[in-house]
């Protein structure tokens, strides 16, 4: 069957009537998308076939959410997010099953488990109406896998084929079938299912269990990473290695090397590996994987295991499933059975100081969209409380406006496939969406551009405070005008004033108390799903679509220009090295931020040359973490390179740099982008 005739089979289950319908209805597509899509068997895939599924449940769901955008403006949201303030949406998009089981149990584990709990509650209707729907599904995905085994059989694929036969019998039984499992259980729950898989998770402790012989693993480790670079993913494929048990042993073993040896051989686009360092992780790891980074194989983010279980535990995750986390998408750390929705809100915190200067009143569109509070401050900590005030008004703006969408998560969209992932949705009966039936239902709240306003914030208390050089209300004209007639001053505060990043501690702590203010205001917030709210310091892209609708601020920046990205300095405030840049950032308590965020590092390939610049890295790496860092990833630069490759893109097509979390090819940047990383390289 086509694409197009999926494609309008899942429109027709677009509005199924009744609320409890949504179950039904997205059971009912899953089933026909399995029975009915076309198979190809590629001749480069080793481990699974192909099919025609890819956007068809997708589009369903997001027209369901993008129905409830009248919340938006029935409530008085619209100025907020046109002004890009606040945001506050639902979130499918950052997912994780319960590996252990997916791998553990295969499809016919997690089938009798539904089995088990059907039987157990049968006398329950709401809980038997999940179990039996879910089982629809399960039924579907073993005549499937059945016909995906007969087209790798008829093209002379004999171990895909004997594979896909062997997972509709029994669990894994070998490497080759926990990796096929692993593929094919993303194909099911992201492009079937249609809820966004953005982890395949801890690679080396779930294939170590079926590991036999290192040179087979080797030769299925290397095809398993080119395989999976070419699954369709949105922002990269993560998966890990490292971490420790509930014991606190580390939990690096064979496959650990292999998959670190693999990914280095692979020469990956579209791969993103999260190192899970414990205090004593081998040494020889990080060796490895700075080697790896300085070769231009850089999708790499080093995570502290310790501060993301202490980070998880803050939040009031019970300790074995705090140590048994994931880091879903770029680096936010989600817990066992936790669905963390890492993306929900986005709060623009230099747009609160925005509002405490000018009484709630937004520069570029006039409008009042903050408190209305007053704009004179005799003091600078009466400045900062104002300032505050306002943080605090957009949080809850931005959560309330996620409650609007998470409150009709049973309209949107069901998953019962990845719910059965979970233990403790089976133990509710119910799906993870539609009944909210996960352990930890949480939500969050992204703060960006925490860079520009800190310093923002210093630049107002030397300014108007400590030198006395401007009132506050001649600097305020000069915001709402754009610095007219003040370029020496700006260039003055953009290049000559003390900032985050440069080691500055009196800057870096106001970077500090922003984030412990905003942490103590939105994490454990309820939600009302039964959850609870969780900050995050994540800007990734955003900052540049967030800073195009920010006024001009004080910290020498034009109006519309970009903002700071996630934890990271200013681009170009971080002019004393890296040293002072991890230093400034490990001042910052991530206990405040469980949602995770990342240290954005950019190195020029001269720093990091020979011996001695790997074990430079190293060291510098461990320090950060000994300081209680969370996470950090580097890009290391060559200007020539760069320079060469934006004028002749042909003969660079595979130079790759770290975007914002996740890996992108230089030639694929736009033209502002591009100028960025050259601008980057260069100090």
């Not at 060559?638 to 097509?653: F, G, S, Y």
Request: glycine share 8%; net charge negative; proline share 3%.
């Amino acid at each position: 069957m086509t694409h197009e005739q999926l494609l309008a089979f899942a429109k027709s289950r677009m509005n199924p009537g009744d609320e409890p319908d949504i179950l039904v209805a997205d059971c009912d597509i899953t089933e026909f998308m399995l029975d009915n899509c076309e198979i190809t068997v590629p001749e480069e895939n080793a481990f699974f076939v192909e099919t025609n599924c890819y956007g068809v449940h997708s589009p369903v769901m997001w027209s369901r959410n993008c129905g409830l955008e009248a919340l938006v403006d029935e409530n008085g949201f619209r100025d907020g997010f046109d002004a890009l303030a606040y945001t506050g949406n639902s979130d499918f998009s950052h997912t994780y099953p319960e590996w252990r089981s997916v791998i553990g149990l295969g499809f016919v584990g997690l089938k009798e488990r539904v089995e088990h709990f059907a039987a157990k509650n049968s006398a329950d209707p709401h809980k038997a109406r999940f179990y039996t729907q879910t089982l629809r599904v399960y039924a579907a995905i073993f005549r499937f896998l059945n016909r995906a085994a007969d087209a790798a059989e008829k093209a002379g694929r004999t171990q895909m084929a004997t594979g896909l036969r062997n997972l509709t019998l029994q669990a894994p039984g070998n490497l080759f079938e926990a990796m096929q499992m692993s593929i094919i259980y993303y194909f099911l729950h992201y492009i079937v299912e249609g809820t966004y898989l953005r982890t395949l998770g801890r690679l080396d402790a779930l294939f170590y269990p079926f590991y036999s012989q290192k040179e087979e693993a080797e030769q299925l480790s290397l095809a398993f990473l080119k395989e999976i670079d070419r699954l369709p993913a949105p922002a990269n494929m993560p998966f890990a290695i490292g971490g420790t048990d509930l014991k606190g042993n580390s939990t690096v073993n064979e496959m650990t090397y292999i998959l670190l040896n693999a990914y280095r051989q692979a020469n990956t686009v579209n791969t993103k590996f999260h190192i899970l360092c414990p205090e004593n992780i081998p040494e020889d790891i990080l060796y490895s994987a700075f080697e790896s980074i300085r070769e231009g194989k850089n999708s790499i983010v080093f995570i502290s295991d310790q501060k993301t279980i202490q980070m998880l535990e803050t939040l009031g995750v019970e300790r074995a499933d705090a140590v048994d986390y994931d880091i879903v998408g770029c680096y936010e750390p989600g817990a066992n059975n936790e669905t963390p929705c890492p993306c929900n809100g986005k709060v623009n915190i230099p747009k609160a100081l925005e509002y405490a200067l000018n009484s709630g009143v937004d520069f570029l569109t006039k409008k009042q969209i903050g408190l209305g509070t007053a704009s004179d401050f005799a003091t600078f900590e009466d400045l900062y409380e104002a300032f505050k005030e306002q943080l605090f008004h957009l949080c809850r703006c931005a959560m309330d406006a996620s409650d609007l969408h998470e409150a009709n998560y049973k309209t949107i969209h069901a998953a019962p496939l990845f719910s059965s992932t979970f233990l403790s949705s089976l133990e509710n009966g119910g799906d993870i969406y539609c009944d909210n039936s996960a352990k930890y239902c949480n939500s969050s709240i992204c703060g960006i551009g925490i860079a520009t306003a800190a310093d923002s914030l210093a630049a107002i208390k030397k300014l108007v405070y400590d030198d006395k050089t401007l009132s506050l209300s001649q600097l305020r004209q000069i915001l709402a005008t754009d610095w007219e007639g003040q370029e020496a001053l700006r260039l003055t505060v953009k290049n000559k004033f003390p900032k985050y990043g440069m080691g500055d501690t009196a800057t870096d702590s106001l970077a500090a108390r922003i984030a412990e203010d905003m942490g103590r205001f939105v994490n454990k917030k309820p939600n009302v799903k039964g959850g609870i709210y969780r900050l995050g310091l994540i800007s990734i892209d955003w900052r540049w679509e967030f800073g195009e609708k920010t006024g001009a601020s004080a910290d020498g920046r034009h109006a519309g220009e970009t903002l700071s990205q996630n934890i990271s300095a200013t681009f170009g405030a971080d002019r004393e090295g890296p040293t002072a840049h991890l230093l400034s950032t490990a001042a910052i308590d991530y206990t405040h931020i469980p949602n995770g965020t990342v240290t954005d590092i950019d190195l020029h390939s001269s720093a990091a040359q020979g011996e001695k610049g790997l074990q430079a890295l190293i060291a510098m790496l461990k320090a950060y973490f000994s300081l209680g860092g969370f996470a950090v990833h580097y890009n290391v630069l060559d200007t020539k390179l760069l320079e060469a490759a934006r004028k002749d893109p042909e003969k660079h097509r595979n130079l790759q740099v770290r975007l914002c979390g996740w890996n992108a090819l230089f030639s694929s940047l736009s033209d502002k982008e591009q100028l960025e990383f050259i601008a980057r390289s260069q100090r």
